[in-house]
C-alpha cells in the first residue's frame, strides 16, 4: 500500500510540473527572459530553500547540513546543478519547436534514461567503494529500457504529425513548428536535464540520517542542485535583458504584480515535482528498484500529462486517427514502465 501511495504522490508532482506552463500564458508584456528568471526565483532559489528547511530536525541549523557530506560531494552536486540549467534553458525551446507534448516528451524521455544511469556510473568512478552500480539491477534497467520504447513510440507519432499536415496547420498547432530543429535541440536538453539526477546522487548524503525523514532527505540535494540551475539561468536571462534592452521589464507597475503572481504559480507547480519525487520516496524505502527508478517514473508521467495538456490545447488538431492511435500507445507504454519493475 506504501508503494502505491509513493508512486501517486509522484504523479500529482509529475501534474503540477506538466502544468507549469499554463501560468505562464497569463503573463503580460513581459519578453521570455524577464518571466523566466522571475518564475526561476520561485522554482529554483525560495521554493527548494524552504523545501530543504523540512530537512532540518529542531535544535539543528540549516548551515549544519553542509558539514554532513565532504565539499567534493556538495560542490559536484552544484555543479550537476550548473549543467542540468543549460538543459533547462533548451528544454523552453525544445516546446517552442515541438509543442508542449511532442518538446516535453522527447527532452524528458531522454532525460528520464539518462538521469537514472548517469547518477551510479558517475559515483562509481568517483567513488567504487560504494558500489553505486548495483543499484542498476535487471529491473531497473528493463524499466530504462521501456521508457525509453514509449518516448520512442511519441517521437514516431510526432514525426508523423510533422510528414501528415500541412504548413499552416502546423503553425496553427504549434506556431514555430520545426520537427528537425526541435528533435535536435529535446535530444539535448534532455542529456543535460539528467544531471539533474546525478546530482541528486552526488547530494543524497545531505541531510542528518536518522534525524531527518525519508521524505525530506533529498530536499537539501534539490536545493542544491536547482542553485546551480539558477546560476546558469540568470547569466543567460541578464545576458538577454541587456542585449534586447528589456531591463524595463521589472519597471513595468501595471503588469508587475499580475505577472509575479503567475511567475510564482509558475514556479511551485514546477517545484512540485521534486518536492513530490521526495515525499515520494520515503514511501518507496522498502523497494531499492523504485528508488533507484523514482526519477525515471517522474520524467517518465510528465511526459503522460504534457501528452494530456497536448490534447487539450489542441496540438493534436488535425492529425489522422493513426497517428492519434500510435500516441496513445507510447501513453499507455509509459504508464506501464511507471509500474512494471515492481511487477518483476
Same mark, same amino acid.
Given at each position: 500500500?506504501?508503494?502505491?501511495?509513493?508512486?501517486?504522490?509522484?504523479?500529482?508532482?509529475?501534474?503540477?510540473?506538466?502544468?507549469?506552463?499554463?501560468?505562464?500564458?497569463?503573463?503580460?508584456?513581459?519578453?521570455?527572459?524577464?518571466?523566466?528568471?522571475?518564475?526561476?526565483?520561485?522554482?529554483?532559489?525560495?521554493?527548494?530553500?524552504?523545501?530543504?528547511?523540512?530537512?532540518?530536525?529542531?535544535?539543528? #541549523?540549516?548551515?549544519?547540513?553542509?558539514?554532513? *557530506?565532504?565539499?567534493?560531494?556538495?560542490?559536484?552536486?552544484?555543479?550537476?546543478?550548473?549543467?542540468?540549467? *543549460?538543459?533547462?534553458?533548451?528544454?523552453? %525551446?525544445?516546446?517552442?519547436?515541438?509543442?508542449?507534448?511532442?518538446?516535453?516528451?522527447? !527532452? +524528458?524521455?531522454?532525460?528520464?534514461? +539518462?538521469?537514472?544511469?548517469?547518477?551510479?556510473?558517475? +559515483?562509481?568512478?568517483?567513488?567504487?567503494?560504494?558500489?553505486? /552500480?548495483?543499484? %542498476?539491477?535487471?529491473?531497473?534497467?528493463?524499466?530504462? *529500457?521501456?521508457?525509453?520504447?514509449?518516448?520512442?513510440?511519441?517521437?514516431?507519432?510526432?514525426?508523423?504529425?510533422?510528414?501528415?499536415?500541412?504548413?499552416?496547420?502546423?503553425?496553427?498547432?504549434?506556431?514555430?513548428?520545426?520537427?528537425?530543429?526541435?528533435?535536435?535541440?529535446?535530444?539535448? !536538453?534532455?542529456?543535460?536535464?539528467?544531471?539533474?539526477?546525478?546530482?541528486?546522487?552526488?547530494?543524497?548524503?545531505?541531510?542528518?540520517?536518522?534525524?531527518?525523514?525519508?521524505?525530506?532527505?533529498?530536499?537539501?540535494?534539490?536545493?542544491? *542542485?536547482?542553485?546551480?540551475?539558477? !546560476?546558469?539561468?540568470?547569466?543567460?536571462?541578464?545576458?538577454?535583458?541587456s542585449k534586447n534592452g528589456t531591463w524595463g521589464d521589472y519597471k513595468k507597475g501595471n503588469v508587475w504584480l499580475n505577472n509575479v503572481i503567475f511567475c510564482a504559480l509558475a514556479g511551485a507547480l514546477w517545484y512540485s515535482q521534486f518536492f513530490g519525487l521526495s515525499l515520494g520516496k520515503g514511501f518507496l524505502t522498502e523497494s531499492?528498484? +523504485?528508488?533507484?527508478? #523514482?526519477?525515471?517514473?517522474?520524467?517518465? /508521467?510528465?511526459?503522460?500529462? #504534457?501528452?494530456?495538456?497536448?490534447?487539450?490545447?489542441?496540438?493534436?488538431?488535425?492529425?489522422?486517427?493513426?497517428?492519434?492511435?500510435?500516441?496513445?500507445?507510447?501513453?499507455?507504454? /509509459?504508464?506501464?514502465?511507471?509500474?512494471?519493475?515492481?511487477?518483476?
Amino acid at each position: 500500500m506504501e508503494i502505491i501511495i509513493g508512486l501517486l504522490i509522484i504523479a500529482i508532482g509529475a501534474f503540477c510540473q506538466s502544468s507549469c506552463y499554463v501560468p505562464i500564458n497569463k503573463i503580460k508584456d513581459w519578453s521570455w527572459e524577464s518571466y523566466w528568471i522571475v518564475q526561476g526565483v520561485f522554482a529554483w532559489l525560495i521554493l527548494p530553500f524552504l523545501g530543504a528547511m523540512l530537512a532540518v530536525p529542531e535544535g539543528h #541549523s540549516f548551515c549544519e547540513l553542509f558539514g554532513t *557530506v565532504s565539499s567534493f560531494n556538495i560542490w559536484m552536486t552544484i555543479l550537476f546543478g550548473v549543467l542540468w540549467g *543549460v538543459g533547462g534553458l533548451t528544454f523552453g %525551446l525544445s516546446m517552442r519547436y515541438l509543442g508542449v507534448a511532442l518538446g516535453q516528451s522527447i !527532452a +524528458l524521455g531522454t532525460c528520464a534514461g +539518462l538521469g537514472t544511469i548517469m547518477g551510479p556510473v558517475l +559515483l562509481n568512478i568517483f567513488f567504487p567503494e560504494l558500489n553505486a /552500480l548495483e543499484s %542498476l539491477t535487471f529491473a531497473v534497467i528493463l524499466g530504462v *529500457v521501456v521508457t525509453l520504447l514509449g518516448i520512442a513510440i511519441i517521437g514516431v507519432a510526432g514525426s508523423m504529425k510533422a510528414a501528415s499536415l500541412s504548413e499552416e496547420e502546423k503553425k496553427a498547432a504549434v506556431k514555430d513548428f520545426n520537427f528537425p530543429k526541435g528533435l535536435a535541440i529535446a535530444l539535448l !536538453a534532455g542529456f543535460m536535464s539528467g544531471c539533474f539526477n546525478v546530482g541528486l546522487e552526488f547530494g543524497k548524503g545531505i541531510n542528518f540520517g536518522d534525524l531527518t525523514p525519508d521524505m525530506y532527505k533529498t530536499l537539501p540535494a534539490t536545493f542544491l *542542485v536547482t542553485l546551480g540551475g539558477f !546560476a546558469t539561468n540568470a547569466v543567460y536571462c541578464f545576458y538577454q535583458n541587456s542585449k534586447n534592452g528589456t531591463w524595463g521589464d521589472y519597471k513595468k507597475g501595471n503588469v508587475w504584480l499580475n505577472n509575479v503572481i503567475f511567475c510564482a504559480l509558475a514556479g511551485a507547480l514546477w517545484y512540485s515535482q521534486f518536492f513530490g519525487l521526495s515525499l515520494g520516496k520515503g514511501f518507496l524505502t522498502e523497494s531499492p528498484t +523504485l528508488m533507484t527508478l #523514482s526519477f525515471c517514473i517522474l520524467m517518465a /508521467l510528465n511526459v503522460v500529462f #504534457s501528452n494530456v495538456w497536448g490534447i487539450i490545447l489542441k496540438e493534436w488538431k488535425g492529425c489522422s486517427p493513426k497517428t492519434i492511435v500510435v500516441l496513445v500507445t507510447g501513453i499507455i507504454v /509509459l504508464i506501464i514502465s511507471s509500474f512494471l519493475p515492481q511487477l518483476i
